[in-house]
């Protein structure tokens, strides 16, 4: 599918290098440029884009203030911000506002990728509202308790990271932002992205969280604005035991810290989908909370019903958006239903989903394997589901 980009900066030759470099890679973008703030806006009152990227220090209009307008202005738009690393402060400003941060020059390669991971997931997305109600998120609330804990821990002098990793773990919304932060070009530069929260809050430093979370507000705390009959108490509870569970099951399996990190993560976040449609689609999701409970009829079904997207695409889809690494990002979209996934070998999907449908099984069951929503077949094919009974003992 063809996708329309809008590349803004007031250096010619970056615009020059960028747009011919994307179209090397792929001859079927649609490249338009401008060369400010204000030309750039000019453009979008009568072209609709899918992606901008701009830069961050222009004269007039900066990066920060464009992308806000683009915000309001062109809310179906990602929004995608590049800079110099000696421009951090700068560029702290578009933390609200950047879906993904880049560092000048400009990485087409890895540019390109995220265009192709972003268009991978929306197709998945039913109506076209959704889209655009998705992309205005820029921040999802927190445990009020937790975040209240946080902001007293980083103003105390003997605070370690290891303490603010603790707690931030603790919390699906703010292991999303922080892993979203870190990951990004600009923010970490890492080789290898990061998926463990005590790496990433290492990796930042205390001073540059201190900042994020008491200065430029990246974490929100949540206020109960919510669909009704919606338990956001028993989603934390739950997204942090799979998340343990997971981490504990990969860890049976002898493999890697980097694979115990992806599974914790992935547990943690797989339900992200729904805290943001219990708070974005009010009516609707309780429609389907009334539905699911009443009816009788699979959460995911009634979701795409009535929504146009389930949890785990919508989630995935944002997770996605925000730059989060693909191991993660699977996790979350294929944690119902790993056989889509086409793997072959034991990955952090296997532990999130086994971890999950143990934890969230409704009715007891006679053997293990008749334990619903359980994918026997995926175990099957990976020829691991003699490991259940083991599994399940650890978690009990």
């Not at 995608?80 to 020059?105: C, G, M, R, W």
């Not at 995220?114 to 205005?136: G, P, W």
């Not at 773990?169 to 892993?179: C, G, N, Q």
């Not at 409970?293 to 995911?300: F, G, I, T």
């Amino acid at each position: 599918m063809t996708k329309r980009i809008l590349l803004v900066d007031d250096e010619p030759a970056e615009l020059k290098n960028t747009r011919g470099e994307l179209t090397l890679i792929d001859s079927n973008y649609e490249i338009e440029v401008a060369s400010s703030g204000q030309e750039a806006l000019t453009k979008v009152e009568t072209n609709q884009f899918d992606i901008v990227l701009c830069d961050m220090i222009m004269p007039g209009m900066d990066g920060a203030m464009l992308l806000e307008e683009m915000k309001k202005r062109c809310p179906r738009t990602a929004r995608f911000i590049y800079s110099a690393p000696s421009e951090l402060n700068t560029a702290l400003k578009t933390v609200d506002v950047a879906h993904q941060y880049f560092i000048k020059p400009c990485n087409s390669k890895r540019l390109a990728k995220a265009i192709q991971n972003i268009s991978n997931s929306e197709d998945l997305l039913q109506k076209r509202q959704l889209r655009e109600i998705i992309l205005r998120i820029d921040t999802i609330p927190s445990i009020p308790s937790l975040y209240v804990e946080i902001s007293q821990k980083l103003e105390d002098p003997l605070t370690s990271t290891e303490d603010i990793a603790k707690l931030i773990e603790r919390d699906p919304a703010m292991t999303a932002k922080i892993l979203k932060l870190v990951n990004s070009a600009f923010f970490g530069a890492a080789k290898q992205q990061i998926t463990s929260v005590q790496e990433a809050v290492a990796f930042l430093g205390l001073e540059l969280v201190k900042t994020l979370v008491l200065s430029m507000k990246v974490f929100a705390q949540f206020k109960g604005n919510h669909a009704k009959g919606f338990n956001v108490d028993g989603l934390w509870e739950y997204s942090f035991e799979a998340a343990q569970m997971s981490r504990m099951i990969a860890q049976m399996e002898k493999g890697d810290k980097k694979l115990y990190d992806e599974a914790f993560a992935g547990a943690l976040l797989q339900d992200i989908g729904q805290l943001v449609m219990a708070c974005n689609f009010k009516k609707d999701y309780e429609r389907v909370l009334y539905l699911e409970e009443h009816e009788d009829m699979d959460l995911l079904e009634v979701e795409y019903s009535v929504i146009g997207a389930n949890h785990a695409d919508l989630g995935a889809f944002l997770m996605e958006l925000w730059g989060l690494p693909e191991s993660i990002v699977r996790c979350i979209k294929y944690h119902h239903h790993p056989l889509a996934a086409r793997e072959n070998e034991f990955t952090a999907l296997t532990a999130v989903h086994v971890a999950s449908m143990i934890l969230g099984k409704k009715r007891p069951v006679a053997n293990l394997s008749d334990i619903e929503g359980l994918d026997i077949k995926y175990l099957e094919l990976l020829e691991i589901q003699e490991r259940l009974p083991e599994w399940m003992e650890v978690m009990v």
